[in-house]
């Protein structure tokens, strides 16, 4: 009887945190009318400041970036909505770009995890096909001018693949930008045994591991250029659905993103890459500061997995991942800032990349890292990353720098839509507000 009804509480729970993590902001509507952004700071991202400038989109599409005294050549009899920013600041939207946001709710309950398949290999995996557009996460990200997010499935050699979503739409098809970025393969780290603490296995062991997994990697690649080959020169071959998930990164047409840290993981990772010929990005990157010469020379670009982290190693220098954007920078490397893959922490991105400007970083770069990087890196600098005419009007307001703490965003735009920048924590602060208001008799 207990336990019948101890499960029947769980389950209570259970839903309880589904209706807790499920948000309530309704979604923005499509864009009707022009919208004219005048006497505004532009920061492009693409070319220089535009003081005084004037930006306008139609149809979730930027048409105009003007500087001051320019007026916009809008379509004939339409009415637009004119917006006086007084001076305000218009940013493209930030990307945080490698994340599980969207993939997770509640990290204690397993139905609302949604980051991996079974098995080592599920390349044909989308993240895309599983973000729940109704997470609570994504307003809390929007509201600090995090509009788009590269998400990362985990779990496995090879979890599957990277989606590039904007974080405002009904369904995940309309947060979709790209649904497949690329494969993701979380490369073997070299592991040493401690015979002293494990006297029963040899030392050898770890090595013996990494390789097995590393094979295992390269044997899925062999396969599926094998199945390539045959399918093309005989469409009759079977489809392997597998086999087929890889077929754009062979070809060249998608980066290949390798999960790496450490020296040797990164080296033996881009070697393995470009000698496939493949297009490497490594993830996470805490030593790559330590092969910059390798991954300049191969063109290999580095999302880095947050600049707020401790030294690698005791006798290492405090401030190792405060100054590894500038390493990377002087070194000719490309790069953007990512904040891990705890989604929870997606909000703090432009925090991240402050900390790397006071850190000898160019404050420009900077913002670069977060916003027009990220996108070319992604592989979707045609849609996103920088405000230029043609791109989607995805974009944010703020009447400061975002890097700067009392900056508040002020108005956002995903494709032309305004999104509604409230959120679980904006409306804990006015219910609270509004206790202490009564309390106080006013």
Not at 245 to 255: C, D, K
Not at 330 to 344: K, N, P, R, Y
Request: aromatic fraction near 6%; include cysteine; hydrophobic fraction near 45%.
């Amino acid at each position: 009887m207990f336990a019948t009804q101890a499960r029947i509480a769980w389950l209570l729970l259970a839903s309880t945190g589904y209706l807790f993590a499920q948000d309530l902001v309704p979604k923005s509507s499509p864009q009707a009318n022009p919208v004219v952004l005048t006497n505004a700071v532009l920061h492009t991202m693409s070319g220089s400041v535009l003081v005084g400038g004037t930006l306008w989109f139609l149809d979730g599409v930027i048409r105009g970036v003007l500087a001051e005294g320019l007026k916009p050549d809008l379509p004939p009899r339409s009415e637009p909505i004119v917006i006086d920013l007084k001076g305000k600041h218009v940013f493209p939207g930030m990307i945080s770009a490698h994340t599980t946001l969207g993939l997770v709710e509640i990290s204690s309950v397993r139905q609302t995890v949604d980051t991996d398949e079974l098995g080592e290999m599920s390349p044909e995996a989308f993240a895309a096909v599983a973000v729940n557009p109704d997470s609570a996460a994504i307003p809390v990200a929007r509201s600090n001018g995090i509009l788009a997010a590269g998400v990362f499935p985990i779990g496995g050699l090879m979890p599957g693949r990277a989606s590039v979503m904007q974080l405002d739409g009904w369904t995940n098809k309309d947060l979709t930008v790209k649904a497949n970025a690329g494969p993701i393969i979380a490369w073997p780290q070299q592991i040493v045994i401690d015979v002293s603490r494990w006297p029963l296995l040899r030392p050898d062991t770890g090595a013996e591991n990494t390789k097995k997994a590393r094979k295992s990697i390269d044997d899925a690649f062999t396969a599926a250029q094998a199945w390539l080959e045959a399918h093309t020169a005989d469409p009759k071959v079977p489809l392997d659905i597998r086999h087929e998930a890889l077929v754009q990164a062979l070809r060249g047409e998608v980066p290949v993103f390798l999960l790496a840290e450490d020296l040797e993981q990164i080296e033996s990772a881009v070697l393995w890459a470009t000698g496939r010929k493949l297009r490497p990005v490594i993830v996470g990157g805490r030593a790559a500061g330590q092969c910059a010469s390798l991954l300049r020379d191969r063109h290999v670009p580095v999302i880095i997995d947050g600049i707020h982290r401790l030294p690698q190693r005791d006798d290492s220098a405090y401030d190792e991942s405060f100054t590894l954007p500038k390493r990377l920078f002087d070194q000719g490397v490309m790069f953007c800032i990512a904040t891990g893959m705890d989604f929870s922490t997606d909000r703090n991105l432009p925090y991240h990349a402050a900390t790397a400007a006071a850190f000898g970083l160019d404050r420009e770069v900077a913002m670069l890292a977060v916003t027009l990087r990220a996108a070319e890196i992604l592989s979707v600098s045609d849609r996103l990353g920088s405000l230029s005419v043609g791109k989607d009007a995805t974009l944010f307001v703020a009447d400061g720098h975002p890097f700067d703490l009392p900056t508040v965003i002020e108005l956002a735009f995903v494709r032309g839509q305004k999104v509604d920048l409230r959120n679980k924590q904006t409306e804990l602060a006015q219910k609270y507000r509004e206790r202490y208001r009564q309390m106080s008799g006013r």
